[in-house]
């Protein structure tokens, strides 16, 4: 397989503390809809897609729900923070000649917020949105659609999420994945669904990363 050796970020909840945000966010449109989840539920599906979480949810897709999240989010997205050190693991893997390529499936317009936000344009060589994906994750979707994005060999690649939705969807696409706890999943919940390591947050595997596995990606 030809192509270059890069990672694959997801985006909220592992370089941003939004996780939380999103959950009150579907919290409010599932108000505004006149239907309830507890927000522990809502938080635990934080990482699929809206299609996919509203059905987990209610049994059924809700197109006017998701669009209320949406709303939500918006009006909280400037709440959102940057982890520490998030942008400083982007550079550091970019000196090293990886390339790195977020692969959000958060509509293309907060994607570029985030980007924005995290000031890596210079860094990044590819960003994927909701857009770019016909199902949402835990499918393989958005992973595939940015190994093309990138240019990167599915052999030569790892991914960095927060979620298991995000280690199903990089072992269905038949990626490896590294974790972080940040998004509110625990080590051993991640380690059950197949990450390949765990670390607290971006910072630690940024203090770490030449002994991660995407320090193997250099060779």
């Known amino acids: 397989m030809t192509g270059s050796a890069g990672v ?27 239907r309830w989840a507890p927000m522990n539920v809502i938080h635990r599906l934080v990482g699929m897609g809206g299609d996919q979480l509203t059905s987990e949810l209610f049994g059924e897709p809700d197109e006017e729900l998701t669009d209320r999240w949406q709303h939500h989010y918006e009006a ?32 293309a317009d907060h994607v570029d ?33 940015a190994l093309e994005a990138g240019g990167l060999a599915g052999d030569r690649a790892l991914v960095v999420g927060d979620s298991i939705w995000d280690v199903r969807a990089a072992r269905a696409a038949g990626l490896g994945a590294v974790a972080v706890e940040s998004g509110g999943f625990s080590r051993h919940e991640l380690t059950e669904d197949g990450a390949l390591a765990v670390y607290r947050n971006v910072g630690d595997l940024a203090a770490q990363w030449r002994t991660s596995p995407l320090g193997l990606l250099r060779d």
């Not at 909840?13 to 809809?33: E, F, I, P």
């Open 113 to 145: 917020t985030m980007i924005d936000r995290l000031g890596v344009r210079d860094v990044i060589d590819a960003a994927t949105s909701a857009d770019d994906a016909d199902a949402s994750k835990p499918a393989p979707d958005i992973f595939e659609a």
């Open 76 to 107: 909280l997205i400037d709440e959102v923070t940057v982890f520490p050190d998030a942008a400083e693991l982007l550079r550091r893997l970019h000196d090293a000649g990886l390339r790195v390529v977020l692969a959000s499936s958060s509509p």
């Open 8 to 34: 694959l970020f997801d985006v909220d909840g592992t370089l941003v503390d939004s996780n939380y945000l999103h959950t009150l966010a579907w919290s409010r449109a599932c108000r505004d809809r006149d």
